[in-house]
């Protein structure tokens, strides 16, 4: 237990904690992420990720010219037959 004084041991410890927090906390299996993008402002295009995607993801995936639409959890397959 860390000290109500000790400030850097109260980081340490909530660093540690949302660490730990981060690893056992896995993204569900119930759906995927939908994003929308387009690059040209008239089509679009969906784009599907397994987890949440990050910013450097969806640069990488629609590129820096792209404008983000929306986002959006779908379904599975596996749910969807249920």
Known sequence: MVGATDFIGLVRARAGTATERQKTTAWPAAGRIAV???RDG???EELLFER??????LIARAGEG?????IGVTETLQ????
């Open 36 to 38: 929308l993008v387009t």
């Open 42 to 44: 008239t089509r679009s």
């Open 52 to 57: 949440p995607p990050t910013l450097a993801d």
């Open 66 to 70: 792209a404008y983000l639409l929306g």
């Open 79 to 82: 749910h969807a037959a249920e």
